[in-house]
């Protein structure tokens, strides 16, 4: 099998989004879970620039992936905001003590 | 090549090392990590701009603002037992990489398409200036969610012995 470099990129990205993906599943901590959901979009921006790239278009790409940078981060600072005031009002930032579906 | 192979398996185990680590600081510390090896890699892989915003974005802001938020919320060990199981987390996830391989692999074995000539500046101000306009937007409304999320509702009793205070001479 031929092995270029974008393989071992897509091979990378594979291995960050089910990081991720499994991170966000398991994971009870709200602010575990932002860290999670950051690997989560590492692995988005890499695949944004390698799709750039391999489709002939990297400027288009690459934007994209700065887009994905700036959503990103903000999405991060809403979350550990809200992580914040869950743990004023709770006391905790377990997912599973915040919960009240259940009862 | 095989700096690529090493910095990417740097980036994969700094990741995996923020997933595991128990303490929230610790994991915040392997997620800057994380970013700053993802940075050289895509410069390495010919985009320098989209690099140098990653490692002061990702790396810098994102590291200060998730070591505030432990420093405010506190460190706090919660067990390790998840409300999904185990085994459906693992399926999950095999099922959605299994999906997004799927959607890429076609696009690794077809030819490389001829490169346009558009520079990366032109495509990111003039090209997508609607995703430009969107991320200022974006940044302000996330700047102003977050005061509003994180600003202290001021006691009544306060406002009404100033309000006293100033209409008493």
Request: charged share 10%; glycine share 8%; with cysteine.
């Amino acid at each position: 099998m031929n092995v270029n470099i974008w393989t071992i990129v897509m091979v990378a990205v594979f291995g960050l989004v089910a990081m991720g993906l499994y991170g966000l599943l398991i994971i009870r901590n709200l602010i575990k879970i932002v860290v999670a959901l950051q690997v989560f979009a590492k692995g988005t921006i890499l695949i944004m620039v390698a799709a750039g790239a391999m489709s002939g278009k990297p400027a288009v790409g690459q934007s994209l992936a700065i887009t994905v940078i700036v959503a990103d981060t903000v999405v991060t600072v809403m979350a550990l905001a809200l992580a914040i005031q869950v743990r004023r009002w709770s006391g905790t930032l377990d997912t599973r003590v915040i919960s009240r579906l259940r009862r | 090549m095989w700096i690529q192979i090493l910095v990417l398996g740097s980036t994969l185990l700094c990741a995996l090392m923020a997933i595991r680590a128990s303490r929230l600081l610790v994991s915040a510390l392997w997620l800057a990590g994380c970013s700053a090896f993802l940075a050289l890699s895509i410069a390495l892989l010919g985009a320098p701009e989209v690099g140098v915003v990653e490692l002061s974005v990702g790396a810098g802001l994102v590291t200060v603002i998730f070591v505030f938020a432990i420093s405010v919320a506190g460190e706090e060990t919660v067990g390790v037992q998840s409300v999904v199981p185990r085994p459906v987390a693992w399926t999950l996830m095999a099922l959605f990489v299994l999906l997004l391989a799927w959607l890429c692999v076609p696009g690794l074995v077809a030819p490389a398409l001829p490169r346009d000539a558009l520079p990366f500046l032109r495509a990111l101000w003039v090209e997508r200036s609607l995703d430009t306009v969107l991320q200022v937007a974006m940044i302000f409304s996330g700047v102003l969610g977050s005061l509003g999320l994180l600003a202290e509702r001021r006691e009544a009793g306060s406002v009404s012995r100033k309000a006293g205070e100033g209409a008493a001479p």
